[in-house]
Every structure is written in C-alpha cells, then in structure tokens.
C-alpha cells in the first residue's frame, strides 16, 4: 500500500526567491503533509546569491508556514529525494516554454525513480512573468524589483547593491 503520508520537494536554484516562488510554496504546502523547499547547490552556476543567504531568506518568508521546511542539496535530485523519503516533487509551470523543459525532467525522474511523482501548479497570473533571471538583469540595470520578490529579498539586494536606491 502506497503511504499515505505526502512529502514532497519543491527543488530550485532561487537565486533570488521571487514572489511566484512564494505563490507555489504556500499553494503547494496546503496539498501535502510536508513541502521541503530545496536549493540545488550548483557551483557549476554563476550565483548571486550564497546558498546560505537563499536558505536565510527562505525560513524568514516560509517561517508562518508550518510544514515547510527549507534544505539545500548536491548531486541528483532523484537522490536526494530517496534520501528524505520524499513521494514528490512540485514544480511550477508559467508558460509552454516551461512545459517542455519540465515535462523532460519530469519524464527522466520518473524513469529513475519511479515511486516519486512530480506534481504541476500553474503560475497565478499575476506572477507568471516573474523569474530569477529577469530579477537578475532588472537588477545590472539598476531597476526596481521590490514588487517582484518578498521583502527579506529586497532588504538584501538592498545590501548587496547600495549604489541602487530603487530597490525600497
Ligand atoms: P530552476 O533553476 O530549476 O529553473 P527556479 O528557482 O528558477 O529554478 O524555479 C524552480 C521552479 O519554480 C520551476 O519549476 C519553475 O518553473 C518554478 N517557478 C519559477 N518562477 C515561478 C513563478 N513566477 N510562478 C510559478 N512557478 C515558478
């Protein structure tokens, strides 16, 4: 019999956290017992952020939702969801360019492991055109993002770049 105790893993670069982030994080842990946000520490990626910064700005957004909890990992992601015990993951969909990519990803966990199923929401309208690599490039270009990410992020891109008096 399948458990039915629901742990699922939001997996992600978050670099920065976005308000769309936080939409599927608070839609997705209301469907599941457990949501573990996860940063892929990837060193092969240029960051802006360090891990330990985009765990700190995680817990501080996710810290009034209960059954989130924020971790970061190496390697596969089918791993580590072996490791944590994890029976799915939850990934976000704004636009077909997404699907494709997600459904290929989707399709290569499943093959390897089998028994984690990847669950979709769909972006929320108002945050569909909102990703890391725009906020990253509003950012170079000295622009205001502070109505695209969650205040924890804006108050430290404000730290980060203090030449750019836009970020409120
Ligand atoms: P990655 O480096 O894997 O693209 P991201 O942190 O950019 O990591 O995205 C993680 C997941 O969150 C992906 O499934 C992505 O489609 C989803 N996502 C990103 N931005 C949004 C948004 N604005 N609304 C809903 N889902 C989003």
Known sequence: MPSRHLIAIYPGSFDPLTNGH????????????RLIVAILDNTQKQALFSVA????????????????EVDSFHGLLVDYAARREANAILRGIRAIS???????????????RPETETIFLMAREEYS??????????????????????QPVAGRLRTKFPADSKIK
């Open 53 to 68: 910064e985009r765990i700190d700005m995680l817990r501080e957004t996710t810290a009034n939702l209960a059954n989130v």
């Open 98 to 112: 997404d699907y494709e990519t997600e459904l290929q990803m989707a399709l290569v966990n499943r093959r390897m």
């Open 129 to 150: 055109f909102i990703s890391s690599r725009m906020i990253k490039e509003i950012i170079t270009l000295d622009g205001d993002v502070s109505s695209f990410v969650p």
């Open 22 to 33: 936080l939409d599927l994080i608070s839609r997705g842990c209301r469907l599941v017992d």
